[in-house]
């Protein structure tokens, strides 16, 4: 496939190589090909791939520099998003996986383009209309509901993860992260961890948890808010469902948090507020959501983390930076603030 000038310096892809190896998929990919970095992603590369007819198609590839061992596996994400292929969880077809080092020297994973909406910025939020708003935040919960529900023998993916506490394996992991990432020191983040050890909920049920769902890791379609594609798996493992919940919510702001989060969307009128969504996922699956605040307090801790890392990544390698949404230390600060204040008001 012939490749322009301008396209020969996409940042993170050999673009002959890759064109070379997209073209022998047998997709249909017509003439050169572009590449476009998109998305406010901060971890994984994401590239929109466009060909001379018309068609669309995502490429991603882990980031740029050293990586923290097990992190960022795209092939990993190729493999779950391929089982889930059948399921009702909305998600892009896979079209291929390529690891080999003359294409690229890490994986690279191409999916569907799914047209819709990503509400990934301010902007957007504050343009759709208020009902559509409360559409998508209801249809995120219901979403995460048929998430928790995939039959994982049938999926292929029984054997994705360990089945040991989750609660525990998440603390070591995460903490873990942390002493590798961290550019400073922060004394609540190792307090966070004594108070998360101390209150660790008895082992439930295991269900396949994605791990990063959130309002910017969906697309909603354009007309009525459903979600019709969740994106991102590479965090996606076995555990508790619960935890996605509260994961859920430690990104979603209110009014009335301690401190601002970076997007501020959330928190618009229409938006169903953290009640309202946990009410429609308890309504959607049936669970019990007692432990729901120490899945909260630790998926706001796990943010603080990730942000550090990315901020960590962000300084040692700049071209890994997305946008101008681009975690600072104040916002690692401000989601340990936010951790606390729920800590304190669960009881931890």
């Known amino acids: ?25 047998g997709i249909g990919a017509h003439g050169g090909l572009r590449f476009t970095r998109i998305g406010q992603g901060q971890s994984n590369l994401t590239y929109l791939v466009r060909d001379e007819a018309g068609g669309s198609w995502v490429l991603r590839r882990p980031p740029l520099g050293e990586l923290l061992a097990s992190a960022h596996d795209v092939a990993r994400e190729h493999r779950i998003l391929s089982g889930l292929q059948d399921t009702a969880v909305p998600t892009p077809r896979m079209f291929g ?8 020297n890490v994986p690279l994973v191409l999916m569907e383009y799914v047209d819709g909406v990503v509400v990934e910025n301010q902007a957007i939020a504050e343009s759709l209309p208020t009902a559509r708003r409360r559409e998508i935040g209801l249809s995120l919960a219901r979403t995460l509901g048929q998430i928790h529900a995939v039959d994982l023998d049938r999926a292929g993916l029984a054997d994705l993860a360990s089945r040991k506490p989750y609660a525990a394996r998440q603390l070591k992991r995460w903490y873990g992260q942390w002493e ?9 983040i190792d307090d966070l961890h004594a108070r998360l050890q101390h209150a660790m909920p008895d082992p439930g049920e295991i269900t396949l948890v994605h791990g990063d769902f959130h309002l910017l890791n969906v697309i909603t379609d354009r007309d009525h808010g459903d979600v019709v594609g969740v994106l991102d798996w590479e965090l996606c493992t076995l555990g508790d469902p619960i935890a996605d919940l509260g994961g859920l919510l430690a990104y979603w702001p209110q009014d009335d948090d301690p401190a601002p989060a970076v997007f501020q969307g959330p928190a618009l009128p229409g938006f169903p507020n953290r009640a ?22 630790l998926g706001l801790w796990k943010v603080a983390i990730i942000c550090e890392g990315v901020l960590r990544r962000s300084i040692d390698e700049p071209r890994n930076a997305a946008s101008e949404q681009r975690p600072t230390a104040q916002t690692v600060d401000d989601l340990v603030t936010r951790a606390l204040a729920i800590a304190e008001q669960s009881g931890l």
Not at 3 to 22: N, P
Not at 180 to 188: F, G, L, Q, W, Y
């Open 1 to 25: 496939m012939t490749v322009s000038a301008a396209q020969r310096h996409v940042t993170g892809l050999d673009v002959e190589a890759v064109s070379q190896w997209i073209g022998g998929l």
């Open 97 to 104: 996986l390529s690891t080999n080092p003359t294409v690229s």
């Open 180 to 188: 590798r990432s961290k550019t400073r020191e922060i004394p609540a």
């Open 276 to 297: 309202e969504l946990a009410e429609t996922y308890a309504e959607v699956t049936g669970r019990d959501l007692s432990t729901l605040g120490f899945w909260h307090v």
